[in-house]
């Protein structure tokens, strides 16, 4: 059973989600349960590991070895 949710979420997210729904011909509201239910999972990242990637990735300027650089170029994006 489906129930109307109400919240608040930044414009670029929200424009980002209707671009994919619309790439994948489905309704937004798919796409944002798919987005809610992958976050939920058991296969979620934990905490610690979401914000040390979110420093490795995110912070400027990025501060990753050339090691871990080529290991993510090399990785298969499709087996994880």
Partial sequence: MKKKVGTLLD??????????????GRPLSDVIQDALA???SDKA???????KAYQLFCERPIRIS???FKEILEEDAWNL
Avoid: C, G, T, V
Wanted: glycine share 0%; net charge positive; aromatic share 4%.
């Fill in 11 to 24: 414009e670029e997210i929200i424009r980002h989600a209707k671009r994919r729904a619309a790439e994948e």
């Fill in 38 to 40: 992958s976050y939920l």
């Fill in 45 to 51: 990242l934990d905490p610690k590991k979401r914000e």
């Fill in 66 to 68: 050339k090691n871990q």
